[in-house]
């Protein structure tokens, strides 16, 4: 039955979006972990989505999944403070924090489970439409 | 006075294979509302119903025994949408809108769903005459 690629397209989303959340848990919560070299700090991790063409048919009535290519790590450069007493200070006594932007992570987070809640809702519709059409004639 | 499948549900069928295609298309703009550069997309009922009423191309019968070929939906015109608003990583998806579209689209799906059930049980009644 076609519509149970319904399901797939809305799993593939579904899958996305959660690997998205992943990915801001481990932002929030390493946001605060320090370190005394700007190349071993945490820095943040965005993932990148693509949408997956099916080539069963031709180009334009394809219906695409979501493809996730890989995890990206934030380019903005860690946060350098002076902290001598730091136990991770480094000789200079500077310290560097990681460029997590917890503000920018809850809206990301928000919109992450809106998402998820939306492939979600996609999904039970299909699931309804499905068990009628089970029941046709009767 | 026979029986016939074809003209008895009449078009319901070929709009209930429109639903589900469409409901694929607003499932994949769902699925990729965060995907950069992604396009939305849509199926117009009007311009399929056109598509199919006067379709130029059909197969040949030469034989009363050939069974007419089902015209097919799957041909019909995918569109991309105008978005709203545009949003600067290329994406077109409105969430609202397509969701707005996808609980049009199966209301619908179940109109049809009702009408072909009642085709139904108006045959059973012509078949048990009673």
């Given at each position: 039955m076609a519509s149970s690629s319904i399901f797939d397209i809305a799993g593939s989303g579904?899958?996305?979006q959660s690997l998205r959340l992943n990915l801001v848990a481990s932002n929030i919560s390493n946001a605060n972990s320090v370190s005394s070299s700007a190349a071993d700090v945490y820095k943040s991790r965005q993932p990148v989505f693509a949408a997956e063409l099916d080539k069963v048919i031709n180009k334009q009535n394809a219906t695409s999944k979501v493809n996730v290519l890989g995890v990206v790590e934030g380019q903005d450069a860690p946060v350098m403070e002076y902290a001598p007493n730091h136990p991770m200070a480094n000789s200079d006594g500077y310290i560097f924090k990681s460029n997590v932007n917890t503000v920018e992570e809850m809206?990301?987070?928000?919109?992450?489970?809106?998402?998820?809640?939306?492939?979600?809702?996609v999904l039970n519709t299909a699931k309804q439409m499905m068990l009628q059409t089970l029941k046709m004639g009767q | 006075m026979?029986?016939?499948?074809?003209?008895?549900?009449?078009?319901?069928?070929?709009?209930?294979a429109f639903r589900e295609k469409r409901g694929?298309?607003?499932?994949?703009?769902?699925?990729?509302a965060d995907t950069p550069?992604?396009?939305?997309?849509?199926?117009?009922?009007k311009s399929v119903l056109k598509q199919s009423l006067t379709s130029g191309v059909a197969m040949e019968r030469t034989n009363a025994g050939h069974i007419a070929p089902q015209q097919q939906v799957v041909g019909a015109n995918v569109m991309y949408r105008n978005p709203y608003q545009v949003s600067l990583d290329g994406n077109t998806v409105e969430a609202?809108?397509?969701?707005?579209?996808?609980?049009?689209?199966?209301?619908?799906?179940q109109a049809s769903l009702q009408f072909i059930s009642n085709k139904f049980s108006g045959l059973m009644t012509a078949v048990r005459g009673q």
């Amino acid at each position: 039955m076609a519509s149970s690629s319904i399901f797939d397209i809305a799993g593939s989303g579904m899958n996305a979006q959660s690997l998205r959340l992943n990915l801001v848990a481990s932002n929030i919560s390493n946001a605060n972990s320090v370190s005394s070299s700007a190349a071993d700090v945490y820095k943040s991790r965005q993932p990148v989505f693509a949408a997956e063409l099916d080539k069963v048919i031709n180009k334009q009535n394809a219906t695409s999944k979501v493809n996730v290519l890989g995890v990206v790590e934030g380019q903005d450069a860690p946060v350098m403070e002076y902290a001598p007493n730091h136990p991770m200070a480094n000789s200079d006594g500077y310290i560097f924090k990681s460029n997590v932007n917890t503000v920018e992570e809850m809206a990301n987070m928000m919109s992450a489970s809106r998402s998820y809640q939306n492939n979600v809702d996609v999904l039970n519709t299909a699931k309804q439409m499905m068990l009628q059409t089970l029941k046709m004639g009767q | 006075m026979a029986i016939n499948f074809d003209t008895a549900l009449g078009i319901e069928p070929k709009a209930l294979a429109f639903r589900e295609k469409r409901g694929e298309i607003l499932a994949a703009n769902l699925a990729n509302a965060d995907t950069p550069n992604f396009k939305a997309r849509d199926m117009d009922f009007k311009s399929v119903l056109k598509q199919s009423l006067t379709s130029g191309v059909a197969m040949e019968r030469t034989n009363a025994g050939h069974i007419a070929p089902q015209q097919q939906v799957v041909g019909a015109n995918v569109m991309y949408r105008n978005p709203y608003q545009v949003s600067l990583d290329g994406n077109t998806v409105e969430a609202h809108v397509e969701q707005a579209k996808y609980a049009e689209n199966a209301v619908q799906y179940q109109a049809s769903l009702q009408f072909i059930s009642n085709k139904f049980s108006g045959l059973m009644t012509a078949v048990r005459g009673q």
